[in-house]
């Protein structure tokens, strides 16, 4: 077993890209609420992005398999649902990503302000859904392409 301190346990898990964008990790999508260690066990707390995400699931083995890589023996993953995730914790870091990856940020007023490809704002929702269920699918009528919005939640 290494011995680690809650400052590198986070700095492991900086490493991790979220499974469905993998551009952003799962520490700038802010679900990682907090790092503990309990005598030789390393706690994780993780808040999904929404109740029955399919990637929770995929997330927590990311993170356990990281863990072990660099070490760690005894994991435990606590699914923290209280207070549910919200857009705001996500890090500035991964609405640049997320951006410049070509999908729109989230912001607070409920819709894209500029297409992630052109910068235009001539913006129409084609679905209130897209590749997930926490993005919707737009288009930008100055250089015609589509493209998708990470919701607020």
Same mark, same amino acid.
Request: glycine share 6%; hydrophobic share 35%.
């Given at each position: ?6 400052? !590198?346990? #986070?700095? #492991? &898990?900086? %490493?991790? /890209?979220?499974?469905? =964008? /993998?551009? =952003?990790?799962?520490?700038? &999508? ?6 503990? &260690?309990? $005598? ?7 808040t999904p992005t929404y109740s029955g995400c399919p990637a929770t699931s995929m997330i927590n083995m990311d993170i356990e %398999? ?6 760690? $023996?005894?994991?435990? =993953?606590?699914? !923290? &649902? +209280? /207070? +549910? #995730? ?7 870091? +991964?609405? $640049?990503?997320?951006?410049? @990856? *070509?999908? +729109? /940020? ?6 894209p302000k500029r297409c992630p490809r052109c910068g235009g704002d001539h913006l129409e929702k084609l679905s209130q859904f *897209? ?9 930008? !009528? $100055? ?5 998708? @919005?990470?919701?607020? =939640?």
């Open positions: 077993m290494t011995s680690a301190s809650v400052e !590198q346990v #986070w700095e #492991w &898990l900086e %490493t991790i /890209p979220d499974p469905e =964008i /993998p551009v =952003i990790t799962i520490v700038d &999508l802010g679900i990682i609420r907090n790092v503990e &260690l309990h $005598d030789e066990t390393c706690v994780v707390s993780v %398999t990281k863990l072990r890589d660099c070490g760690l $023996d005894k994991i435990e =993953i606590k699914q !923290q &649902l +209280a /207070p +549910a #995730w919200t857009t705001d914790w996500m890090t500035d870091k +991964a609405r $640049d990503a997320l951006e410049k @990856y *070509g999908i +729109a /940020p989230p912001q607070p007023a409920g819709g *897209g590749s997930t269920p926490c993005k919707a699918q737009w288009r930008c !009528q $100055d250089c015609l392409e589509p493209f998708e @919005y990470f919701k607020c =939640i």
